[in-house]
């Protein structure tokens, strides 16, 4: 099993700033396989990227994703004080399908 | 427009069984490439998957949670229905299903508001 390992655990900016999320693989991922998801307080997860590079569906181009092998990256340009929430990542794989990491608290 | 509803019990007393029902419209389940999956998230904590049910039936499930999960499908009803067998307190958690699509196949792209499950005597 793949374990994901996020940091920091929580980054506090002030609007206008660019946040960097890290998210590490225990063992190196194919860049298809690799996710985020937004989760605001009291809501469910929403789901910003996928196959490392790729925006879902609504999601502001302020969002992008990079990364290769064992180490991945969420920016966030210019955040918004709607952009409070907790970040994950997850991982796909044969089994268990889905792997998320512990989660990133970024606070504006 | 897709949209997904959970429901079942709030609250469940140890070692009970717990089914969880999964409503969903806007796709369909008998359409090549779709799932819908069961993932759960303890107060606080961090997501964990349990399962996912595929158009053709395939399964899957959390190694460490197999032997107390089934997961079925009636899609001419568009459910899914999640059953945990041998409820713990540790299982007190707020349970979503999700959609997996054809286009975004190794992430889940439409999640529904969650069914908070409170496991107590």
């Known amino acids: 099993e793949t374990v994901l390992t996020q940091s920091p655990a929580t980054l506090s900016l002030s609007a206008g700033e660019r946040a960097t999320l890290s998210c590490r693989a225990s063992q190196s991922v194919r860049s298809g396989y690799l996710a985020w998801y937004q989760q605001r307080p009291g809501q469910a997860p929403r789901l910003l990227m996928y196959a490392t590079f790729s925006r879902a569906t609504g999601i502001p181009d302020r969002f992008s994703g990079s990364g290769t092998g064992t180490d991945f990256t969420l920016t966030i340009n210019r955040v918004e004080p709607e952009d409070s929430a907790m970040y994950y990542c997850?991982?796909?794989?044969?089994?268990?399908?889905?792997?998320f990491g512990g989660g990133t608290r970024v606070e504006i | 427009q897709i949209t997904l509803r959970e429901s079942g019990p709030p609250l469940v007393k140890p070692t009970q069984t717990l089914t969880l029902t999964c409503t969903f419209s806007?796709?369909?389940?008998?359409?090549?490439?779709?799932?819908v999956g069961w993932i759960r998230q303890p107060p606080g904590q961090a997501l964990e998957w349990l399962a996912l049910?595929?158009?053709?039936?395939?399964?899957r499930y959390s190694p460490s949670l197999k032997n107390r999960l089934t997961i079925t499908k009636d899609t001419s009803r568009n459910q899914v229905v999640l059953t945990m067998t041998n409820m713990d307190p540790v299982d007190t958690a707020t349970y979503y299903c999700?959609?997996?699509?054809?286009?975004?196949?190794?992430?889940?792209?439409?999640w529904g508001q969650g069914a908070l499950v409170t496991v107590s005597s």
């Open positions: 999700a959609h997996r699509s054809p286009i975004v196949d190794t992430a889940m792209a439409d």
């Open positions: 806007g796709f369909s389940l008998s359409t090549t490439g779709v799932g």
């Open positions: 049910i595929y158009w053709d039936d395939d399964k």
């Open positions: 997850q991982h796909y794989a044969k089994s268990p399908l889905l792997t």
